[in-house]
């Protein structure tokens, strides 16, 4: 959600052809995102009228992460998660804010459509090399990879042994 946010470039800086300017061209392109993980007790059409631990567990994320000047985080049940992925969490950000918005972009279409490196470069018409500069060297793709799937793990084992797996 993030990569296509950040992958956001005003029209104006398009027709200039400022493309690889600083990321502050697209400051305002961004999300805070806290994931709730728990129990939910009732769910309405509005998430701010549903209930449950999930979603208190989120809200109090989102009011520490605007606090602490911060953009992504996680909270669990699980104590011994949350201090592994409030660690995870916090690198990734910082990945994430380096991101040029075409770096950005070819993390979203990597991430979302599982493209390859040569099928994103022909998709932005560059050569592969230069494909993998923005994507690997910049966007530090194989970390990003890393942080999903260690977060998919903790999860799924976590959710599978409820709470009683301490990877």
Not at 92 to 118: C, G, K
Request: glycine residues 6%.
């Amino acid at each position: 959600f993030r990569a296509r946010l950040r992958a956001y470039l005003p029209q104006s800086a398009k027709k200039e052809n400022k493309i690889n300017e600083k990321p502050i061209l697209n400051a305002f392109s961004d999300a805070r995102i806290a994931l709730g993980i728990g129990n939910i007790g009732s769910t309405n059409g509005k998430v701010i009228e549903s209930q449950g631990e999930a979603f208190e567990n989120s809200g109090h994320l989102f009011d520490r992460l605007k606090k602490d000047s911060k953009r992504l985080g996680a909270v669990t049940p699980w104590p011994y998660v949350n201090k592994e992925l409030e660690v995870e969490c916090s690198l990734a950000d910082a990945v994430i804010d380096r991101w040029t918005p075409s770096t950005a972009e070819a993390v979203f279409y990597h991430l979302l459509y599982n493209e390859n490196q040569s099928e994103l470069a022909q998709r932005f018409s560059i050569s592969q090399p230069a494909l993998r500069k923005r994507l690997i060297v910049i966007g530090n793709m194989n970390s990003i990879n890393l942080f999903i799937g260690r977060f998919e793990q903790l999860i799924t084992d976590n959710i599978r042994t409820g709470g009683n797996s301490e990877l």
